[in-house]
């Protein structure tokens, strides 16, 4: 978008159309921008809220959550550990964490007792520690056998169990995978199981796709999950190092029993990543009030087609 509103000013100040074919490449950049906008439009605050505000105070049925991508390479464990001592989760989930990171969060552990912890160096490793009593947890490899992905019950203080499912599925970028095959299909993979769950659900992860892709809008209608981010702002995460170039690509979606009680983009910590800290609340008398994606035959269709998309060739 900033891009294409660049190359548009460059054409109207330094080069003005005189061709028949300088007007059509401008009425094209116009068309385009006007697509992105429409793409980006339901995140800003003029567009549609797609979960309410929280009808009541924080109480024990709210689940605070942190997440982080820490850039493995990093070494300002500090900065983090601040972070979530003044946020003040109930859960936090670390990726891109191998065992010099897991070390230096490991002192949270008194006060996160309940731990699921895959610290591997290829920069897919994942540390998860809850203060909240966690059950049934696994480690899931969805699509390849090195990126990992957590599957678990959270206890809330009222008894209520919610299941919890983190993620952080490789990019599409040259230097690691040049196509999004498997990242979409462990993507859709968890809509799955998230739709099929007894429980309500929590979705969290750097999931390495915008939030108004084709692939993420497709992920709430299979799933019926919720974006907080929707009517309330983009809250890029990355990249925390370029003022200029930023998205949402660090996500936390929830089925529609849940309400808001807050969301935050938290300060960087040398990271490219900035942490993200949302404070949910269970109440299934809002899922009436929620507006929940409905997926269509197609949208249905095409998933299945993505999901079972050959990989074994990546």
Known sequence: MVLNVALITFVFFFSFPETSTDYIILGLLCLNAA??????????????KQIVKALHAPNNNNLKVFIANVYQENRNSDAYLKLVKSCNPDVVLMVETHEWW???MDVIGKDYPYQLKIPIPNTYGMLLYSRLELSDGVVKYLVKQDIPSIETLVKLPSGQLVKLFCLHPEPPVPQENPKSTERDKEILL???KAKVSEYPVIVMGDL???????TTELFGKISGLLDPRRGRGFFNSFNAKYFFLRFPLDHIFCSADFSLSSIKRLPSCNSDHFPMCVDLQFNPKVEKLNDVPVATETDLEIAEEKINADTTGS
């Open 35 to 48: 697509y992105l906008i429409y793409l980006i439009f339901p995140f800003t605050k003029f567009g549609s």
């Open 102 to 104: 897991q070390e230096k």
């Open 190 to 192: 968890v809509a799955e």
């Open 208 to 214: 390495n796709d915008v939030a108004w892709s084709y």
